[in-house]
């Protein structure tokens, strides 16, 4: 074999490692998704800081649940409707009851003002009105 064949069974192999892993991946994120969806609880959440990096625009955020702060992150660079949320501003967050790092900030559901506090286990349903199809919409596009 020259050394150009060598090269392009290397490339070949790469790209083909590549698409699988970005194929699992999505297979990963997917699952993480759904699971959210059926185990979710609702817990509210505060807005600690916004990332602009090369490629990776996200805000990160923190709540309570079983009395243990989680942290999270928002990532806006595909949503960019969402780049304008506010720095400690209160927003209600869906996570996964069994695994409680496993969450999603709700950018589109700011905390009201008279709801200041939630249980340490979370709400099974949001303390508000909301139209749970928005809440799927958001989580299939996400």
């Given at each position: 074999m020259n050394p150009s064949y060598k090269?392009?069974?290397?490339v070949v192999i790469c790209i083909i490692?590549?698409?699988i892993f970005g194929y699992c991946w999505n297979i990963y994120a997917k699952n993480n998704r759904q699971n959210l969806y059926k185990n979710k609880k609702y817990t509210i959440g505060i807005i600690t800081q916004r990332r602009t990096e090369t490629r990776s625009d996200y805000y990160r955020y923190s709540y309570n649940v079983y009395n243990y702060q989680q942290n999270g992150r928002f990532s806006f660079l595909l949503k960019g409707k969402y780049a304008n949320l506010?720095?400690?501003?209160k927003y209600f967050i869906?996570?996964?009851s069994?695994?409680?790092?496993?969450?999603v900030l709700l950018p589109f559901l700011p905390v009201p003002d008279s709801i200041t506090s939630a249980p340490p286990e979370g709400w099974k349903e949001?303390?508000?009105?909301?139209d749970k199809e928005e809440i799927r919409k958001f989580l299939e596009d996400y």
């Open positions: 090269d392009f069974i290397i490692g590549f698409l506010k720095i400690d501003h869906m996570f996964d069994l695994k409680p790092k496993n969450s949001l303390p508000i009105s909301v």
